[in-house]
């Protein structure tokens, strides 16, 4: 299949000094140092200020959010950091904290040091669980009502289709993927009748550890960006990693820091894989979505290959196997 050529996106009009401007227009004096950080969904960057430490911009994807939606991240993250959850709230001007400038909408935030977790210790991964259970006692006073709420139509049926109506597929694998997401998509609806009824509150919805600084006070989340109404399971699965011995292992000790300030929703072990699915026919259809933005042929430029499809439908095929496993044993 042959690299698409990205067409002009609206992030074009990003220059470094629209991004200094867009800043400096609301307040903020710039020393003109400006770094870009890694970010695909968002344009990130550290602008260095005349007086005090550096903050980050956050310039948000067109079209992606409506302005209610980034209104109520906000909200959320000013909640939990009043209820002494450590996140990265915007900064406000003139009681805004959500502007704009040539088109494009952004936030501001404290910049915050931090390494990413490795949750090599046992302690850590206790910590982490009394973390996330901060976030979910706070989730679970209300809902978002213009945000997205985890479901296996949004997850997996719609980006299915949008991917078997598109010409990234390789013609020869069609088939194969059209047949392969069919049975890990009822397995997944199986697994998520298993789990009952399960309470969905506002939850981070992008919990891996690339989203979580560690200083020696511990943990903190620096970006709210795909924050949703969802299972509390969504929260934790993203955190594991190994085989299943391992990742039963982590998730038992998670919960017992977890347990100490909310309850954990047994019944939601059936979730896992289920989720782990969902987010593997989500992001392939992410990164096909996303084929416009000059960023995405630098970064992936693996991706619309025949042989990234030949791998994505193997591991598909894998995954069924792990849905059929059934959950996690902890002990």
Request: hydrophobic share 40%; charged share 25%; glycine share 8%.
């Amino acid at each position: 299949m042959q690299a698409r050529k990205p067409a002009k996106h609206p992030y074009d009009r990003l220059t470094p000094d629209t991004v200094v401007a867009a800043v400096e227009a609301m307040g903020w004096r710039s020393d003109g140092r400006l770094l870009a950080l890694n970010s695909y969904e968002n344009r990130v960057y550290q602008i260095g200020m005349e007086e005090g430490t550096p903050v980050i911009a956050k310039f948000y994807r067109p079209d992606r959010w409506s302005t209610a939606a980034l209104l109520e991240e906000h909200a959320f993250s000013a909640e939990l950091a009043a209820g002494e959850v450590p996140v990265v709230a915007p900064l406000a001007r003139d009681g805004r904290t959500l502007f704009e400038h040539k088109g494009i909408r952004f936030a501001v935030f404290e910049r915050r040091g931090g390494r990413w977790p490795e949750f090599a210790q046992r302690d850590d991964r206790e910590w982490m669980g009394r973390f996330i259970a901060r976030i979910h006692a706070v989730g679970g006073r209300g809902r978002f009502r213009q945000r997205t709420t985890l479901d296996v139509a949004s997850l997996g049926d719609e980006p299915r289709a949008w991917l078997l109506e598109s010409d990234f597929i390789p013609d020869d694998l069609v088939a194969a993927y059209e047949s392969v997401t069919a049975d890990v998509l009822e397995a997944v609806s199986r697994q998520f009748q298993l789990a009952g009824e399960f309470a969905n509150r506002r939850i981070h919805g992008d919990c891996h550890p690339g989203n979580v600084l560690w200083t020696d006070e511990g943990p903190h989340f620096v970006d709210l960006d795909d924050c949703m109404n969802g299972p509390a399971m969504q929260d934790l699965w993203m955190l594991l990693s190994g085989n299943r011995r391992e990742m039963a292992e982590q998730l038992g000790q998670m919960p017992a820091g977890y347990l100490q300030l909310t309850e954990f929703d047994y019944a939601q072990l059936h979730l896992l894989e289920a989720l782990r699915a969902l987010r593997m026919i989500n992001y392939s259809a992410w990164l096909a979505k996303r084929s416009s933005d000059h960023a995405f042929p630098r970064a992936f430029p693996w991706f619309g290959e025949l042989r990234y499809w030949e791998r994505h439908v193997l591991d598909l095929r894998e995954q069924l196997s792990a849905l059929d496993e059934g959950p996690l044993q902890l002990d």
